[in-house]
């Protein structure tokens, strides 16, 4: 199957500081990547939609001045958590869609754990 | 409103034997529905995928059905293993604008 990384895989940071979570499509070109955040025992909550050359589509409740979203090329989404605070810990997940045999299917990344203190 | 309800909630299963995990949505249009595998700390697998014409479809010792009609779906492990403890998560894509849908997930133990 096709591959999506992330990196980094853990990060511990300070409250107040910024923290850069790549997702790269390793093998396939991605127009459309997702971000995700999961809490423990959640499922997954859809942050924002990354389309490649313009501006994310945010969910309703998700602070696009906070979560800071930059698809500038085919294989690469960058989210950026802005002055993070405790509240903001979580398991980051993107995803790449890929077109496949008349429909398109998600490829996850492995996960970012985001630690603030 | 388009929602996808994963039962049970958790699931404890003795190693080598067989347990089948249950999907119902609400989601229309539907696009087609999908089942994951997430171990703890990591991204979603995909393990199957299947459109509206697919009643049946099997990755290895999973195998997962859809009935469109009563928009139900099933994930069906045989002869469990230690390694099958995850989460498995249902995930429907459809409803105004083709949005992914998750359910909560089942979250499966296989004891030794």
């Known amino acids: 199957g096709a591959v999506v990384s992330q990196h980094p895989s853990r990060v511990i940071c300070k409250s107040g500081t910024s923290v850069k979570i790549e997702c790269r499509s390793l093998d396939f070109q991605a127009t459309t990547m997702f971000w995700y955040r999961q809490f423990p025992k959640q499922s997954l909550m859809l942050m924002a939609t990354?389309?490649?050359?313009?501006?994310?589509?945010?969910e309703q409740g998700v602070e696009k001045d906070k979560f800071l979203i930059n698809h500038a090329s085919l294989t690469l989404s960058t989210l950026t958590v802005t002055s993070a605070h405790p509240e903001d810990s979580s398991f980051y997940i993107c995803?790449?869609?890929?077109?496949?045999?008349?429909?398109?299917?998600?490829?996850f990344g492995p996960g970012t754990r985001l630690t603030v203190l | 409103k388009n929602q996808v309800e994963q039962s049970p909630q958790s699931l404890i299963i003795l190693e080598g034997k067989n347990c089948t995990l249950q999907c119902n949505y609400t989601v229309s249009p539907f696009s087609n529905l999908r089942w994951y595998k997430q171990d703890t700390g990591r991204g979603p697998v995909s393990l199957t995928i299947m459109t509206f014409s697919e009643n049946t479809k099997s990755n290895g010792r999973y195998t997962a059905t859809l009935d469109a009609d009563t928009k139900q779906s099933s994930l069906h492990i045989t002869a469990s293993q230690l390694s099958d403890s995850a989460s498995y998560i249902c995930?429907?894509?459809?409803?105004?604008?083709?949005?992914?849908?998750f359910g909560a997930g089942t979250r499966l133990f296989v004891k030794a």
């Open positions: 995803s790449a869609l890929r077109g496949l045999a008349g429909y398109n299917e998600q490829f």
């Open positions: 995930v429907v894509r459809g409803g105004g604008g083709f949005k992914t849908i």
């Open positions: 990354s389309n490649e050359g313009s501006k994310a589509t945010y």
